[in-house]
């Protein structure tokens, strides 16, 4: 059998019982914790006949990388998505598709917080590389709050060859870059959209930024010249949603 994966948090394993609870094969829960939000968590191993245990909130502490707040679940192992299945993704979706590439984000805390806010925007999966990115883990879960198991994370092995395939399919890619001419409010991200934020203080890599169609920027006002990756991603992914809507 293949080893458990640990995954804490009340909101991932929340997540994980209501969206994948075949893959829940234990639920460890601090003996101090008695609330509503642990009920729902019984309630919903119950119903999916998960077996429950308590430990010492010490022991949990020792046994868990992070902030478990007192919940702890031994899951088998997720399956990140393979390269085939965006095809198969963009075929079973209908409109204009909004996909996210990360060129070398290896922050779990930032991959995280990216998949958090992908699932809100309604992107339709999150692309990145095979080699120098974060990869799902317990952090990168607890960070997400529960979207690393709705959101499809698809690693490829060459990201530029990816997004040529994709751009065959009709699909836009548009790169963030801080030398850009045009803002991203500028930027008409209406259509089958892919968009593209490059790593933690590097930016995108030369081979991608060579494969987008477009370039945009965010418009720094203050001394700082950068915004944390997370953050742009989100202002950007938004401003997608924002025209999407305005369109409709």
């Known amino acids: 059998m293949s080893q458990l994966e640990k995954v804490y948090g009340v909101h991932a394993v929340e997540a994980l019982l209501r969206h994948h609870p075949k893959r829940v094969k234990q639920l ?13 968590l019984l309630d919903l191993a119950g119903q999916h006949r998960v077996a ?25 192992p997720s399956q990140v998505w393979g ?13 204009a598709p909004l996909l996210l590439a990360l060129d070398g984000v290896t922050d779990p805390h930032n991959l995280g917080a ?3 806010t992908a699932d809100a925007a309604g992107v339709l999966a999150v692309i990145v590389p095979k080699d120098k990115s974060a990869t799902l883990n317990a952090t990168v879960r607890k960070v997400a709050c529960g979207a690393a198991e709705v959101m499809p994370l698809v690693a490829v092995t060459n990201l530029s060859r990816t997004l ?40 995108m890599r030369r081979l991608t930024r060579e494969h987008c169609d477009y370039l945009v920027k965010l418009p720094m006002g203050g001394s700082v010249s950068s915004l944390n990756v997370s953050v742009a991603t989100g202002v950007c992914l938004f401003e997608a949603v924002r025209q999407r809507r305005s369109k409709a």
């Open 164 to 203: 040529e395939k994709l751009q065959k399919k009709g699909l836009w890619v548009v790169g963030t870059a801080g030398e850009a001419e045009q803002e991203v409010f500028d930027q008409d991200m209406t259509g089958p959209t892919v968009l593209v934020m490059g790593a933690e203080g590097k930016g």
């Open 52 to 76: 429950v245990g308590h430990k010492d909130r010490h022991e949990l502490d020792e046994w868990a990388e992070g902030v478990h707040q007192g919940v702890v679940a031994e899951v088998s």
């Open 83 to 95: 390269e085939n299945m965006l095809d198969e993704l963009l075929e079973r979706t209908p409109g």
């Open 28 to 40: 460890w829960l601090a003996e101090s914790r008695n609330d509503p939000r642990v009920q729902v």
């Open 114 to 116: 990216c998949l958090r």
